[in-house]
Structures are given as structure tokens and as C-alpha cells.
């Protein structure tokens, strides 16, 4: 036994210069060596996803059943519950978009709490796939309440809102809220809409709650500097969602990103915060003569408009403005987040000069589908230009019968 | 890769000869189950036809045949035959008696690398040839295979395998049985894989039952001594083995050079680099031949389930 270990401290202190092959070995060995959730199992979680995709290979194989047979045969069922659960934390951590197949076979009843949670868990960390998302949302029929909770996580993880109503279902439970709890603080982005309902909706959890949203807008504001555009401009549209002013000069930093994306989506959470940097930015680029950067306000304003109406008042006053692109990128957003409001000044910018600002405030007539418009649409079947006079007539379809 | 291509050349040739009453495809087929159901046809055919070279054609010459007595604990089985010659006289005898008028189910067949095990179904009847009385028949069995030059042979045969645990007799056990299984034990403890690898026949199957007694859940752990010391290799070197073992029975064939045993035992792994314990109780199943002079492990089946 001694002579055993004397050898095994070799083989260790021998790893530095070892391939990364050998050293995964020694670290799952380790990982068999400790009682799982343990220090030392922990560690050796650690040491792998450290590692990173080197070691993916490898710890895909540990999923699998039949990898324990032959040379890799391990007699202990507990054993292997220790590998399994260890490699699948390490693969949730080192995201190989390869490894959800092989997770995803192993969050089924065949499998111990513990793997499935694993499993599930890992699923949510590597993010959105197909297979994945069809394979959780059998877990949330699941009879075990935990094994539906991860599901239910990993959903939010991979932006899809199937799994919420569970999520809410378990802030009545104290062990399942607190599993919510931690899913949704790893969930950063994707998990701000629902916890924002959740904030208001009341209930004990709700110190709880606001310090979970605490940590991921502190978060989301270390993500605006991320190297990844999607994190950024995500990470934008999710503080905008929080409504605190906090990281208003963050989102301000972002308005000269070099991803127009990124760019419009700061401007939209300023301009969700009823900040005027992001409202004017985005009104600049209603009126720029680029069309991306056009269809980009457009899209972002109604987003804007739909989910705060902040920026109202100055979408009608657009309708006014002296560019013809602006006025016609306002009647356009007003349509499309359909502000009933806006219908008189939309039936006064039918009568605009410029054909184009005509055509879109009846689109966004058509769009708002208010009867006030009908006599006036009616009126511009027979306009002069035949475009105005086609969507005249598509607008008054939506209306329906008088 | 030359004989990749000849064992899916002969498996495309064995098909395209079958007689239309012959194997049929199954889902999940290889060219593998597809040789091993050719063996397994082959062996009823001689039956249907009286023709034991036919019937010979799929055993190996150390062959050993079990009668199961309709019973899925071992600890009932006993050893009919134990080489393939015994098992001539056998079927010669049979065919000259009787005709058989059966067909043959093949429920499973599992493979791992040169090894592999299936279950059959014979149903159908035996006519007496004399008076021309029938019996019939509806018979499991279960077989062990081993491919050599890209041929699969049987090498071990349950007959009348039980498909439920009933009651054992009370059985002794053999002196040099029980010493053999024991030093085997003591081998682990003293973690020398050349040590353990000795108590092994060459081509030994090793399985893992996954605590049931039933075929179809069991899978091979271990195709031959090579595989087994290459897993020795790795395993040892980080986990220290206890093995507390019983022997609850054991069995010898007609000549003395065939048996079967069954033990209980708790096995425990220590590991080295850690303070991990994993501990558990089980039956294993085993069989053993002195062909080559000293008695030799040829089938271990760890964790089979049963019942005290």
C-alpha cells in the first residue's frame, strides 16, 4: 500500500511534464479518489475545465455506459456516478457545443440524481441546440420536482421561456426556489425578463430576489466589455430590461462600438431608460440615409416603444420633422408598436408631401387597425401615386368591415 | 483491415446462400450476429436433417455443455458434456433415436470484440424413430461463442436455462475448486496483475450480469486474458482490492475436468490517490477447465443476481 502510493506521488509530481491525455487520466483517477462534491473531487473539476477542450474528448467518453467495459472497466456503480457527474461539470464548463449529445442521453430516470443533475446543468451551460432543447423539455414532465427545476433552468439558458412556469412554481418550495435562485443567477442575460416579473410578483423570496438580480446586473455590466459582440449587445438589452440607472454611463461607453449591433442596443436600453443619449442616437439613425442603420432604429424603437412607451412623445413630434426619412422611420415604429395615440397625427402625415411618409403612416394606420382612420384611408384608394393608393386599400382590409 | 473485409465478405456470402428458411435479418444486425446466427442455424439444421457433421460444425473441440434444469440460479446447473467429442456421441446417439422436427429463435446475441453469448428458443417436437411417439419441445439455452479465424465456435452451452430463480439443492463443494477461487482472491489483495492473470484460461469471457440473473441484460467485460491485463494495468496502480469470498457451490463434470462454481463475496477498492471507498456485495458465476493441466478460469461472471 505504501510502495502503491510512493508510486502514485511519482506519477503526480511526473504530470508536469505528462501529455494532457495523461494528465486527464491521473485527474479523473483523482475524481474517483474522493467522495463526489468533496474537496478533492472538486479540484479535479477544476484542473480538467482548466484544461478546456483538450480534455473534452475524454470526459465525453466517461458519459457513456459502455465506456466501462474492457480496459476501462469499473465494477462500482458509485464509481461511476462520481466520473460521470465530475466530467459532465467540466464539460458545462469548458462548452464544447459537441458534448450536448452525449449529456443529453444521460439526464434520463436510467441515470442518478446526481448525473442527471449534472447533466442538465451542463446542457444550459454549453447553450442553445435543437437536440438539447427537445431532450429538457421531456425532463419537465419529469415526477421528480428537482430533476424539472434544472430542466426548466437549462430551458432559460438556452433564451427559450417553455420551462418558467416551473420556475415560478418552485419560489413556493424553499429547496427547489433556491436551485431557481442560483439557475437563474447563471442564466445572466437570458434570465432578466423572468426575474423581473418575478420581482413584482410578490412572496417571500423576494430579498432573495432582488440580491440575484444584484449580482447578474454587476454581471451584465463586467459583459459590456466582453470580447464577444453578442455578449455586449445582449448584455445591453438586459440591463435596459432591469431599468436601473446605475450603468447608464457603461451603456453610454457602447454607443461607439464597432458592432452596429451592440451600438443600437445600448442606444435601446438608454432609450428604455429614458436616457436622451440613446433616444437621440436612435433617432439620428431614423433619419440617416443608410438603410441598415434605418431598419436598425426602426426595429429598435419599437422594442423601445412596446416595452416602456418612452419614447412616445418624440415619435409623433417625428412625424413633423423636417427630414422625410425620419418622418417616415416614426410613422413606421408607431405602426409597428402600434401606439393608438399616434392615429390623428398618423392620419395628418398621409396628407405629407413626400410619398414615401404617406405610405408608411397608412401602413401604420392599417398596423393600429383603429376605425377613426377608415374615411380618410377610404379617401386614398384613389391617390395619385398607386402605391399609396395600393397600401390605402391593404390598410383598409385590416380594418375589417365598417 | 484485410480480414475486416473478409468477415464482411463471408457475412454477405452467408446470406446470400441462406435457405429461405435460414437465419433472417434482424434490426441492429452486424456481421458479426450474422455469422453467430449462421453457427446457430447450422447446429438445428443438423438436427432437422440427422446430419451431425452439420450440427459439429458450429462447436469447438473444448465445448463444454451445462443442463440448466430449468433454473436461472447456477448453483442447480450441472456439466453434461466436456469436450466436443462427448458431445458427438451424444448427438449421434439422439439423431439415430429420434428425428426433430424444430425451429430456433435467436432472442439475443451480444458481442464484444472476439467474444460473444446468445440465447436460443428450440420449440417444435421429437419423434421416437421406433414408435413414432412425439415429445415435444420448447427448450432455452444459452451459448458462449469464440471467433478464430474468422469463424465463430461455441464453447459453452446452458441447456434447459431457467428464465426464473427456484429452489437449489444443497451442494457441496470441491476441495481444489475452492482453493483455486481462493487464491484468486488473495491474488487481488496482493495487486500483482500477473499474479491474478494466472488463475485465467487464455480465451476467458468475462462478464458483468448488472445483478440479474437474465442474459439479456448481462454484458461482456472482459474478451480474453488481454484484455483483462491491459484493465489490470491501469486499475491497479490506483486502487487497492479486499475481497471477502465464500463459495457456495461448485460442480464437476463427469470426468473431472470441467467445473462450475458460485461465490458470494464483498469486494472493496481502496483507491491510492484519495480517501474514495466503494464496497459491494455479489455473486459471481464461474467455470473452469484443466485441459491444459492446472486448472483455468474460462468464464467469470461478476454480480449475477440472485437471491439467498
Redesign the interface.
Known sequence: ?IA??L??LL??SLSACSTTEEQVIDLL??M????IY?P??QQAVDNLATIGRPAARQLIARLNPGLY?????R??R??QE?LRTGCALALGRIKPRGATAALKDRITAAYTDDERTACLWAIGQIGYSQVGIDALKVQLKDHNPVIRIHAAIAIVKMDDNVGDDEIEDAFSDAQLAKIALQGLEESSYFGVPLLMRLSTDGGPQQQALRQIIDKVKDQLVAQLTAEEPVHRQRAATALGQMGDLGPTQALVNLLTDPSNQVRFSAAAALATLDQAQGIDFLFQALRNTDSILRANAVKFLAEVQSQSGSVESQLISALSAEAPLARAGAAQVLGQARVQTAVLSLIEATTDKTAEVRVNAIIALGQIGTGQSRSRLESLRTDDDATVAYYAEWALGQLGPS | MAAMKKTICLSLFCLSVSPPVGPQAHAGETPETILIRQALSNDVSGYRRANSELTLKTYDERFVAYKGHANGDPRAWTILHENRDALAKQINADLEAHRYEITRTIPLISVRTTHAFATTIDSGQVIDRASGATTPVHIQRLWTFLKTEDQWIATAMVSDLGDALLPVADSGTHDDISDLLQRESQAWEGGNASDILGFFDEHFTGYDGRTTFKPGTWTIAFSGIEEMGKWLEKRLPYAQYNLDRKILHSALGPSGNEALAVTHETVAIQHIVGPAKHQKERYVLWTMSRRSGSWKITNMLYDIGLID
Request: net charge negative.
Open positions: 500500500m502503491k502510493r508510486t502514485c506519477l503526480f483517477e483523482q474517483a479518489a474522493h467522495p468533496s478533492g473531487w467495459l474492457g480496459e476501462d472497466y465494477e462500482f458509485d464509481e462520481q
